[in-house]
């Protein structure tokens, strides 16, 4: 019960992606994930797949970690793989599975397209499993802050962001803690129609909502006494710092990404 | 700005969205969206201040998501297209059964996003796609609504986030 109750997927390792600064790892992975669209032909998707694995492998996670947060997502890359291998049309006759002939170009198709899913999904979340949460709240802070200038309330979002991953473990713990007690007191919620279950949730939400609105009302009046008034003049526990490090990073990802418009057809 | 009250209840709401949302429905991530915490979109109804915090919880819970940086986009795009026509709506319909079948309907019709989401990232029937993820959604809003009517009666959200 415990593992479950970690929120994200980080994984503490000593590595140099870990020591990234989390902007430069989320400018990376949002740029990554654009241009595996561009991959289209067997040197290209190659070449992506080898920067993946190769940045996997300098996380220093063992690939078992990796593969167990693929978990969920292996049924829709399969079901993928098959739905274009019996759909798409394409080249010429191979063999017939199942009564249903297979075409070389629907075996390539969905050989590529479940393979830029698996990557985009490694990479993707090589970045939660590299940096902790409220790391994230401070990079996407940070990225936002131009933002301010057409009044988003960039500060509030991540002091909204912070907060709330500090309060996902407490609301947890008590989300489980009631569906026992209701659970000891008869209601189902494992078994029986769909409509049912949802339904069972009810007695379990109010006491949740109660619970959460208690502790809403006592932190707001906790940071009001100590004089909380938004973000002007705020000074910061955690600072970020672009160093060497990451400009090594970008270079190198520059090369990907050329790498990448040379091998392609 | 947000008042701290108003932005310290959205906090607590989101980690409830993401808390529920790990804890009691592990089919939260297949391809037919099933969240029971997505009827968390119906306290928008009797309060616009809730906004943020069901975002929120859309933001962080698909940060998470195997789906990645992608579901991030679409996810949160989802949930601020639909909160926000609700929200326009909610100036001329007063009435909070009326809002509450709106805002169902709102949040099945735009489930054409999530459908293009998994068109563009898998290559999946954009139609089939859209009829599987609607009915999904449509499914968790009309069970949430009355659910989040009676809640409201015994809680009363519009009071809690404005006093």
Request: glycine content about 6%; some cysteine; charged content about 15%.
């Given at each position: 019960?415990?593992?479950s ?67 969920p ?193 | ?20 949302s790990l804890v009691l429905e592990p089919l939260s991530f297949m391809?037919?969206?099933f969240r029971v ?127």
């Open positions: 019960m415990a593992s109750l970690i929120i994200g997927q980080y994984v503490p390792a000593d590595s140099v992606v870990h020591r990234l600064d989390p902007r430069t790892k989320i400018m990376m992975i949002f740029t990554f994930v654009i241009i595996v669209f561009f991959a289209n032909n067997a040197p290209s998707y190659l070449w992506l797949t080898v920067f993946s694995l190769g940045a996997a492998t300098l996380t220093k996670i063992k690939p078992r970690f990796l593969l167990k947060g693929l978990k997502v292996w049924f829709l890359i399969v079901f993928t793989f098959l739905l274009h291998l019996f759909v798409t049309r394409e080249g010429d006759v191979l063999t017939t599975l199942l009564g249903f002939p297979v075409y070389t170009g629907a075996l390539i198709q969905g050989f590529q397209i479940s393979l830029r899913f698996f990557l985009l999904i490694l990479v993707t979340s090589l970045l939660t499993l590299t940096t902790t949460p409220i790391e994230i709240t401070d990079a996407i802070e940070t990225l936002l802050h131009p933002l301010k200038k057409i009044k988003f309330p960039v500060h509030e979002l991540a002091l909204m962001m912070s907060i709330s991953l500090r309060f996902i473990p407490t609301l947890m713990q008590e989300t489980e803690k009631i569906s026992k007690a209701q659970a000891s007191r008869g209601v189902d919620f494992k078994t029986g129609p769909l409509k049912e279950r949802i339904q069972a949730v009810v007695p379990l939400l109010v006491p949740l909502f109660v619970s959460a609105f208690k502790r809403a009302e006592e932190l707001a009046m906790a940071m009001e006494a100590r004089g909380y008034r938004g973000g002007e003049g705020r000074t910061r526990l955690r600072e970020l710092a672009i160093v060497s490090r990451d400009y090594i990073a970008f270079c190198l990802f520059f090369i990907v990404i050329a790498g990448l418009f040379v091998l392609r057809g | 700005m947000l008042k701290t009250k108003s932005l310290v209840t959205n906090a607590v709401i989101a980690a409830l969205y993401i808390a529920i391809s037919v969206q915490p997505e009827m968390f979109n119906h306290l928008v109804v009797f309060s616009p201040r809730y906004f943020f915090g069901v975002v929120m919880g859309v933001f962080i819970t698909n940060l998470f998501s195997p789906l990645g940086i992608y579901d991030l986009f679409f996810g949160v795009g989802h949930s601020i297209i639909s909160l926000g026509l609700l929200i326009l709506i909610r100036r001329s319909v007063k009435n909070i059964k009326a809002l509450l079948v709106i805002n169902t309907l709102i949040f099945t019709a735009t489930m054409f996003i999530i459908a293009f989401e998994l068109y563009l990232a898998l290559e999946l029937p954009f139609w089939l796609t859209y009829l599987t993820t609607a009915l999904g959604e449509f499914g968790v809003m009309a069970i949430g609504a009355p659910i989040m009517y009676t809640l409201n009666k015994s809680l009363n959200f519009k009071k809690i986030i404005e006093q």
